[in-house]
């Protein structure tokens, strides 16, 4: 027999265990279910309202549990059976400790009552421990719901019908109509829903959602025939909440009907939400359409970053173990993580796997990386949130997350792999590698260089352009280049026709051929008029020149050689044109400059060393990269910025006041003129958004990290 085999069937606690006689309780009641075609049993304990599940080979075992025979004798007649898969001494060991914390067994010679009620003791206590150190999540049970529940089963029945179900898609249908309208006012409000005014009425909606969230997970569950004596009250991240234990659908034989459970709460949460996006659309203001703002995002966000997800332990989880017939995901993912670091990376032979097929191997992979990574940047992400307007609780909440995600699971790894009995044989290679291991990733955060750089939006501008303006009013009667043509300067673009300007022009003839002859006669009959009128006859002269001048403007000539872009000019024939207003602009395309918008924390640093490196790629075109040929910062604060397309009411990045001026900024920037060279094939590409890139040396991961911490803490919060 193979060393690791026999291992996984014997182990060296065995005696302790052998000769105990041990049954279960008469009071458990067993539930056969299906997952992924393999044959599990459901063991419920009504007593303590506990559930435990087990595959097919360890209940073959413990249903043989009586008290006229022992463990031991049990386990080797099972061997001697040549039963397939009969659980090693091992498993059976973990599974009846389990069984015991779950008070599901029956000790023969003891005095049954005490120890049932010191296991449930320990339990609790044990229970109470790995609460407070999940602290983002401690759960407290206030009472037993389950009577409230059989009197109200009038109201499930009513809830949980088809007829209900088309009056929920309705609902949500029309909802989404609403959404899709007022988009952008839905945007501009979540500016203030965590502002202090506010912050309370948030955590009233909150109190309330959630428990339509509970009695949706309880009513489904009720339903189906389970009972919930649970309800309690939820820490989560610190904000309490109520809860409902629907752990009893563990024994619904149906998957359909156990995924119907995660679902309800969530399904109840979007009727929720749709009536109130509904309610503040048709509302002209006040309390109550605040209201319905703050009841829809609660309900669309705790339910997308929380309900939804199944890197979450909440309603998507237990749906997706459902559906991938994979029950308890999270634990076996974190085993078969410890699996492939204890197999592969410590090199112990005797390792036991979790998963033996190429997909759960994937998914307990994938499951438990994604998961550890989701609820660290989540819970940050929130902290920093919030710490906008309540800097204390957030710094409280980052020292909790700190010890509960970091400290504490650093702590473990390290007892576990100095300490870890199950080690023993390759405990010098467990420490060498781990001392390597972290050795070497604090050397690469504060010891090796690699590239400090940052990018700042800007746009594109033709080195030389021109406005093409009309200096004279008139009709557009003919149009002489089309847009993206190219011209040379003195090209007739467009030609403008203005018939009270002709009139004028008429007019302003007439009067200086009145003048000449008037002029004429005076010559003969009263010379003494003659100077006032040769004097006339020059100012009508003077102004029929600035009238004729004016005609010519209404030809706009190009004044340099380049690009006309005038988009849709084709159809101006005919159309009126203001004098002062643009038609167009004239390109020079043999050179192009990108004017970037640096914020003030890259700005100092700009300013005090030289980029190694500067490119540019513009935005739908980020795979080719334009070199600069040299680059200019002005030493000069701006609050203005050179196109609308960089601030946030023009898509860009910058932010811009919420006053409506979208080319004012926030606070003070400053620009950075790049210089491109002639030949980049960017013709036409004049106010082209895109992103400059500058590598400004090569520092180590640590120490950039630790400047940007400080900006940002001297920039929100003047630490």
Not at 527 to 546: D, F, G, H, T, W
């Amino acid at each position: 027999m193979p060393l690791d085999k026999q291992r996984k069937i014997f182990h060296e606690s065995w005696y302790r265990l052998a000769g105990s006689r041990i049954a279960l309780r008469s009071s458990v009641r067993v539930h056969r279910q299906m997952y992924r075609g393999i044959l599990w049993y459901v063991l419920y304990e009504p007593f303590t309202n506990q559930y435990f599940r087990l595959p097919q080979g360890a209940y073959s075992f413990v249903s043989r549990l009586s008290s006229k025979r022992t463990v031991g004798e049990i386990w080797n007649s099972m061997l001697e059976s040549g039963e397939g898969d009969i659980p090693g001494q091992g498993e059976v060991i973990e599974m009846l400790a389990q069984l015991y914390q779950a008070n599901m067994l029956l000790y023969d010679g003891v005095e049954d009552g005490t120890k049932l009620f010191e296991r449930d003791k320990k339990r609790n206590r044990k229970k109470v421990k790995s609460t407070l150190l999940n602290i983002f999540f401690l759960r407290i049970p206030v009472f037993d719901p389950d009577p409230l529940l059989n009197r109200l089963r009038w109201l499930i029945r009513i809830l949980i019908s088809k007829p209900m179900f088309l009056v929920w898609l309705a609902t949500v249908f029309v909802a989404v109509k609403y959404g899709i309208e007022n988009f952008d006012a839905l945007k501009d409000q979540s500016a203030g829903f965590l502002s202090p005014s506010n912050i309370v009425w948030v955590y009233v909606c909150t109190v309330f959602v959630k428990l339509f969230h509970e009695f949706g997970h309880a009513s489904v569950v009720k339903k189906y025939g389970g009972e919930v004596h649970t309800l309690g009250v939820m820490f989560m991240l610190l904000a309490p909440l109520p809860y409902v234990d629907a752990t009893a659908s563990w024994s619904f034989r149906k998957k359909r009907h156990r995924a119907f459970v995660g679902a309800a709460g969530m399904l109840f949460e979007f009727f929720i939400a749709s009536v109130a996006l509904i309610l503040w659309a048709n509302l002209g203001g006040g309390t109550a359409r605040a209201l319905c703002y703050n009841v829809f995002i609660i309900c669309s966000v705790s339910t997308v970053l929380f309900n939804v997800n199944p890197l979450m332990r909440f309603d998507g989880y237990y749906i997706l173990t459902d559906l991938l017939d994979m029950p308890n995901l999270q634990q076996h993912s974190a085993r078969h993580l410890q699996y492939l670091l204890e197999r592969y990376v410590f090199r112990k032979r005797d390792a036991e796997p979790v998963a033996f097929t190429v997909s759960e191997k994937l998914i307990y992979t994938f499951y438990g990386i994604a998961s550890a990574i989701y609820r660290f940047f989540l819970f940050a992400g929130f902290i920093v949130a919030i710490s906008a307007h309540y800097l204390i609780l957030s710094f409280i909440m980052g020292i909790l997350l700190c010890l509960t995600m970091v400290v504490i699971p650093v702590g473990k790894f390290i007892r576990y792999v100095f300490w870890e009995p199950a080690l023993s044989r390759v405990r010098n290679r467990a420490v060498f590698v781990t001392i390597l291991f972290f050795s070497v990733l604090l050397g690469i955060l504060f010891g090796l260089p690699v590239p400090d750089t940052f990018t700042a939006p800007g746009v594109l501008e033709a080195r030389r352009y021109e406005n093409t303006i009309a200096t004279e009013g008139g009709f557009v009667s003919r149009v002489y280049k089309n847009s993206n043509s190219s011209v040379k300067k003195g090209d007739t673009l467009l030609l403008l026709r203005n018939s009270e300007l002709q009139y004028a022009i008429d007019g302003k003839r007439a009067e200086i051929q009145e003048a000449k002859q008037m002029y004429n006669r005076a010559l003969s009959e009263a010379p003494e008029n003659m100077s006032p009128l040769k004097k006339r006859i020059a100012v009508l002269r003077q102004e029929l020149a600035e009238l004729e001048k004016s005609k010519r403007e209404l030809a706009l000539i190009a004044g340099i050689d380049g690009v006309w872009s005038a988009p849709g000019i084709e159809d101006y024939v005919g159309r009126w044109v203001g004098k002062g207003d643009s038609v167009g602009i004239l390109l020079d395309t043999t050179s192009f400059d990108f004017l970037a918008v640096v914020n003030q924390e890259e700005g100092a640093r700009l300013f005090g060393q030289r980029p190694i490196r500067i490119s540019v790629r513009l935005h739908g075109d980020v795979f080719k990269e334009l070199q600069v040929v040299s680059a200019k910062a002005i030493p000069s604060a701006q609050d203005r910025l050179p196109s609308n397309a960089l601030g946030w009411f023009g898509g860009g990045d910058v932010e811009t006041r919420s006053d409506g001026t979208s080319e004012q900024t926030a606070e003070p920037v400053y620009l950075l003129r790049a210089e491109l060279p002639d030949s980049v094939g960017v013709r036409g590409l004049h106010g082209r958004t895109g992103k400059i890139h500058l590598l400004l040396g090569y520092t180590p991961l640590a120490t950039q990290g630790i400047r940007k911490i400080r900006q940002a803490l001297q920039k929100y919060y003047r630490m």
